[in-house]
T-cell receptor
Framework: GENVEQHPSTLSVQEGDSAVIKCTYS??????FPWYKQELGKRPQLIID?????GEKKDQRIAVTLNKTAKHFSLHITETQPEDSAVYFC?????????FGAGTTVTVRA | SAVISQKPSRDICQRGTSLTIQCQVD?????MFWYRQQPGQSLTLIAT?????????ESGFVIDKFPISRPNLTFSTLTVSNMSPEDSSIYLC????????????FGDGTRLSIL
């Protein structure tokens, strides 16, 4: 089955700086890669996704890049704000179901 | 996106008992899934709820322990049977509409504690 690895496990950034989270996947047939943000005690919330026919996608301060050859994808958050503090999960669609990374705890320091 | 209502939101149960968690969606969805999330951990798929047929379970999860129903395209239940403290976790319903590479959304989860 699909195996997703996510790095780093924790990330502390100064407010206004950028944050980058990287994920790799194992199944070359995977074609859909969503990112979820989970605040403490809340549900995982889909924040952005990318499909295999696209190399990059941007939504305001958030962008995701995909390198299918290398089987890795990344989340970029620019101009970080305190409300960006949360756990972020990457995922890859293998077969019909999502496999999730272990998560990255992002802390934005004011 | 679909509105997903999950209940109960939390419960405290005695070991050996069973609890049924309900997931109601405000529109018909193609896929419904049940996940478990242990404290500080990632999301682990328990099973895919199939309408009108037996659920598809992931490795390590069995029907006797986690029976699932899905009578229609908007509703599913997950039962946690014969609970032990190791079952203390958050259980999440998740749904997807349309094809496989369409967005998947989560309910608020059920926080379960076993004494």
């Amino acid at each position: 089955g699909e195996n997703v690895e996510q790095h780093p496990s924790t990330l502390s950034v100064q407010e206004g700086d950028s944050a980058v989270i990287k994920c790799t996947y194992s199944d070359s047939a995977s074609n859909y890669f969503p990112w979820y943000k989970q605040e403490l005690g809340k549900r995982p919330q889909l924040i952005i996704d990318i499909r295999s026919n696209v190399g990059e996608k941007k939504d305001q301060r958030i962008a995701v890049t995909l390198n299918k050859t290398a089987k890795h994808f990344s989340l970029h958050i620019t101009e970080t704000q305190p409300e960006d503090s949360a756990v972020y999960f990457c995922a890859a669609l293998g077969d019909y179901k999502l496999s999730f990374g272990a998560g990255t705890t992002v802390t934005v320091r004011a | 996106s679909a509105v997903i209502s999950q209940k109960p939101s939390r419960d405290i149960c005695q070991r050996g008992t069973s609890l049924t968690i309900q997931c109601q969606v405000d529109s018909q969805v193609t896929m419904m899934f049940w996940y478990r999330q242990q404290p500080g951990q990632s999301l682990t798929l328990i099973a895919t709820a199939n309408q009108g047929s037996e659920a598809t379970y992931e490795s390590g999860f069995v029907i006797d322990k986690f029976p699932i129903s899905r009578p229609n395209l908007t509703f599913s239940t997950l039962t946690v049977s014969n609970m032990s403290p190791e079952d203390s976790s958050i259980y999440l319903c998740s749904v997807r509409s349309g094809g496989a590479n369409q967005p998947q959304h989560f309910g608020d989860g059920t926080r379960l504690s076993i004494l």
